[in-house]
Antibody, heavy 116, light 109 residues
Framework: EVQLVESGGGLVQPGGSLRLSCAASGFTFSSYSMNWVRQAPGKGLEWVSYISSSSSTIYYADSVKGRFTISRDNAKNSLYLQMNSLRAEDTAVYYC?????????WGQGTLVTVSS | EIVMTQSPATLSVSPGERATLSCRASQSVSSNLAWYQQKPGQAPRLLIYGASTRATGIPARFSGSGSGTEFTLTISSLQSEDFAVYYC???????????FGQGTKLEIK
């Protein structure tokens, strides 16, 4: 069974940093592109970042470019999102999901709250 | 950026009836469109990809159609577990700039 477990969320002050992790199991993690997608409270879905299976290709949404860094460790079956210079508008549940086109399946998400 | 617009924002339908949800793209996305279902407190679940291909384990009452800029998700006979929020997502761009619609809430009438 495919499992994706996000962690690392929490309360952080504006301008602060946080590192999210996504632990994958039940599939060949190293063969799949991975993504972070977020959802602000009561709002819709927003794609955040993409990383190819070998980490050779990385993309970001304009809203996070220059502040967030996606990475992965295929030996540890793990995906990461380093979030710096956090803003109130980054408050959201952050999901990890495999896929180059559509996203399937999704983890349960981790909540990031940016507030003073 | 391709803007995805879903309608209606809220759809009230009785169990056993048919529901038709719409998604429009601001420019052609060919058949590069997916649909997701999200229930309260849960992660989204993939229903449809390639505009019309059901994902693994998705019941046959869910069907997708359309291409270009106009897409439809149809649920043929609503079950109680189908009441949720539905999102469309395009994946036509490369480099990726995946965009989602704002969602349609399907509620019990």
């Amino acid at each position: 069974e495919v499992q994706l477990v996000e962690s690392g969320g929490g309360l952080v002050q504006p301008g602060g940093s946080l590192r999210l992790s996504c632990a994958a199991s039940g599939f060949t993690f190293s063969s799949y592109s991975m993504n972070w997608v977020r959802q602000a409270p009561g709002k819709g879905l927003e794609w955040v970042s993409y990383i190819s299976s070998s980490s050779s290709t990385i993309y970001y949404a304009d809203s996070v470019k220059g502040r967030f860094t996606i990475s992965r460790d295929n030996a540890k079956n793990s995906l990461y999102l380093q979030m710096n210079s956090l803003r109130a508008e980054d408050t959201a549940v952050y999901y990890c999901a495999p896929g180059r086109d559509w996203f399937d399946p999704w983890g349960q998400g981790t909540l990031v709250t940016v507030s003073s | 950026e391709i803007v995805m617009t879903q309608s209606p924002a809220t759809l009230s339908v009785s169990p056993g009836e048919r529901a038709t949800l719409s998604c429009r793209a601001s420019q052609s996305v060919s058949s590069n469109l997916a649909w997701y279902q999200q229930k309260p407190g849960q992660a989204p679940r993939l229903l449809i990809y390639g505009a019309s291909t059901r994902a693994t384990g998705i019941p046959a009452r869910f069907s997708g159609s359309g291409s270009g800029t106009e897409f439809t998700l149809t649920i043929s006979s609503l079950q109680s577990e189908d009441f949720a929020v539905y999102y469309c997502q395009q994946y036509n761009n490369w480099p990726p700039l995946y965009t989602f619609g704002q969602g349609t809430k399907l509620e019990i009438k």
